[in-house]
């Protein structure tokens, strides 16, 4: 099987595990019929974050580094953070004119999410401190 293909299998694999994952949230955190903002997308987002900088760490001290990117990065956590969902989580926002919780929403998954990446990194080199 060439590169190119098994990182394509790699990223479809991942992907689905990732969306398979992102359904789940979806069923145990549902969307409130109350407002509009949506902790399944905020928590899946940070959840993606921290472990995006976890795994990060963990797949430079790979020999396959591509191939642990294509299915660990770009597959299950593409799979499972919702950038397009929180576009659509927004203009669900604007169209309501909830401009506070707009605001608060972005501001959440922005800071919590930079938050994430740098807890999930510090612990990532704590458990698989880099060489040299």
């Known amino acids: 099987m060439s590169t190119a293909l098994m990182q394509a299998v790699a990223v479809a694999v991942g992907g689905a595990a990732g969306a ?5 949230v979806n069923l145990l955190l549902p969307r409130s019929t109350q407002h509009a ?11 993606g974050c921290f472990f995006a900088g976890l ?18 990065l770009t597959g299950l956590m593409g799979g499972l953070t ?3 969902a929180f576009g659509l989580d927004l203009l669900l926002l604007v169209r309501a004119e909830r401009w506070a919780l707009l605001g608060l929403t972005v ?4 800071a919590l ?4 990446v740098l807890a999930g990194w510090r612990i990532g080199q704590s458990t698989w401190p880099m060489p040299g």
Do not use: M, P
């Open 113 to 116: 999410g930079l938050a994430a």
């Open 37 to 47: 903002f949506s902790i399944s997308t905020l928590t899946v987002n940070v959840v």
């Open 107 to 110: 501001f959440l998954h922005v």
């Open 82 to 84: 919702t950038f397009s």
């Open 20 to 24: 398979l994952l992102r359904h789940g």
């Open 55 to 72: 795994l990060l760490v963990w797949i430079l001290q790979r020999s396959e580094t591509d191939f642990w990117r294509a299915l660990l």
